[in-house]
């Protein structure tokens, strides 16, 4: 059933679906469901400029509480690299206290489709202005 509603989806909405699946505080907690999205090559560049491998990131996400808010993100773009890879790149930002939004951030993942599924091999966070 879930492969069919996959066929009916765009490419871009499979993808962002996926994406904004990483940004919900339960699935951040969720190590087995991270490894399922996270491909086994995956590493990161934060926003910080650090870079982060698969092991260091799920570790990371799976400390955090699994509570509050997800990341608020928009404007999604999609650009197929190949048939089985695609870049996805959007915009985030984080709900403050008070409900205004901090931490503003272009997003960029690549994705690669495998036997399994479609899998973010690469992400980075760059710090911008508010949009």
Same mark, same amino acid.
């Given at each position: 059933?879930?492969?069919e #509603?996959?066929?009916?989806?765009?490419?871009?909405?499979? #993808? /962002?679906?996926?994406? #904004?699946?990483l940004?919900? +505080?339960?699935?951040?907690?969720d190590?087995r469901?991270?490894?399922?999205?996270?491909?086994?090559? @995956?590493?990161e @560049?934060g926003?910080?400029g650090?870079?982060?491998?698969?092991s /260091?990131?799920?570790?990371?996400?799976?400390?955090?509480?699994a509570?509050?808010? +997800?990341?608020?993100?928009?404007?999604f773009e999609?650009? +197929?690299?190949?048939?089985?890879?695609?870049?996805l790149?959007y915009?985030?930002?984080? +709900?403050?206290?008070?409900?205004?939004?901090?931490?503003?951030?272009?997003?960029?993942s690549?994705?690669?489709?495998?036997?399994?599924g479609?899998r973010m091999? @690469?992400?980075?966070?760059?710090?911008?202005?508010? @949009?």
């Open positions: 059933r879930s492969g #509603i996959e066929r009916k989806m765009t490419l871009l909405e499979q #993808i /962002e679906a996926l994406e #904004i699946e940004h919900r +505080p339960e699935i951040r907690a190590r469901r991270l490894e399922e999205l996270l491909h086994p090559e @995956f590493f @560049f926003r910080s650090r870079r982060w491998s698969r /260091e990131t799920v570790a990371t996400l799976t400390a955090e509480p509570s509050g808010p +997800p990341a608020h993100s928009r404007d999609l650009t +197929p690299l190949a048939e089985d890879c695609a870049l790149v915009k985030s930002a984080h +709900p403050g206290a008070d409900g205004s939004l901090t931490r503003h951030s272009l997003r960029s690549i994705w690669k489709k495998t036997a399994s479609w091999v @690469f992400h980075q966070g760059t710090p911008t202005d508010a @949009f």
